[in-house]
């Protein structure tokens, strides 16, 4: 922008992380550090902090986290606003397919957003994508007719990890039986979309209407809670753990919906049961109340 350049600020900051799982990963970040200073453009590279070493077999959401928490530190420490990435409508459609397999709610399978937030360890990231409408085959045309040779990531092929085997197998095969895919497919989980808005309006107005904040956390009136609609109780149970958590952001797939059902059949059981959910939180089943709470280190799954 003219403000930050005014200000001696670059717009605009090319960013290489390195996974530090592949021996070739810092000949990659160099090819990516020539062509930043062929264009001119800043450039930055960080490596993840992670425990494990090169050549281990490390999980996608692992790398995910680290890689969001390693942006995150980066935009925090030069003053950026947004880290903008460039997932196209081929990651959307693996993105849903994955989703959907791992039995996402409808609004967690409608894919990814052309902008959100998350929380990391270094606080909220703010990410855009502005390429989620442009197949990956356009996105390496464009590359080739700017003579920019991409990068390959080995890992894309390596059948441990789900991701790949959609990619090579099951998508191909997806195209071939259904000529309209993934047309088709964006189509059905846009209108699913649709639908859940208006869910997570009438969870909205439920939330600020049961929900109690307390010394320990947040309390939901059981009487009330029990009568929602499951859809609606759900989105509730999930709007009070995030807002006691300190690690829980706008992706929570590993709040399943098991979990979630688990907190809405609570609301009908016994007083005195506890739940234990991911990012750190309790549901405590008390006499009137769920209470959610952070859970203390002495009580780490």
Not at 141 to 148: I, Q
Not at 206 to 219: K, L, P, Q
Not at 253 to 276: K, M
Request: proline share 5%; glycine share 8%; net charge neutral.
């Amino acid at each position: 922008s003219a403000s930050a350049r005014e200000a001696g600020i670059a717009p605009f900051v090319v960013v290489h992380v390195d996974h530090r799982t592949r021996e070739n990963s810092a000949a990659e970040g160099a090819l990516v550090a020539g062509l930043s200073a062929k264009l001119g453009i800043p450039f930055v590279r960080s490596a993840v902090v992670a425990n494990w070493r090169e050549g281990d077999h490390v999980s996608e959401h692992q790398l995910r986290r680290a890689r969001f928490d390693t942006l995150s530190r980066v935009v925090t420490s030069l003053g950026l606003d947004a880290v903008v990435t460039a997932h196209t409508q081929d990651d959307q459609v693996e993105t849903i397919l994955m989703r959907i397999l791992g039995g996402a709610a409808p609004t967690g399978a409608s894919g990814m957003r052309a902008e959100s937030t998350i929380g990391t360890a270094a606080g909220p990231l703010r990410i855009l994508r502005p390429l989620l409408d442009v197949s990956r085959r356009e996105l390496v045309a464009v590359l080739d007719a700017a003579g920019v040779e991409p990068a390959h990531d080995p890992s894309n092929a390596d059948p441990r990890y789900r991701r790949s085997v959609l990619r090579s197998e099951i998508v191909p095969a997806l195209r071939r039986e259904f000529p309209g895919f993934p047309t088709t497919l964006l189509r059905s989980v846009s209108l699913a979309r649709l639908d859940g808005e208006v869910v997570d309006a009438v969870a909205a107005e439920a939330y600020g209407r049961i929900a109690c904040d307390t010394a320990a956390g947040v309390a939901l009136a059981r009487a009330i809670f029990r009568d929602l609609p499951r859809a609606v109780a759900s989105r509730v149970v999930v709007s009070a753990a995030r807002q006691v958590s300190s690690t829980m952001d706008a992706d929570w797939r590993e709040l399943t919906t098991e979990r979630i059902g688990a907190v809405v059949d609570a609301a009908r059981g016994r007083t005195g049961a506890l739940i234990q959910l991911p990012y750190g939180v309790d549901v405590r089943v008390e006499r009137d109340v769920l209470l959610f709470v952070p859970r203390s280190a002495g009580d780490r799954e």
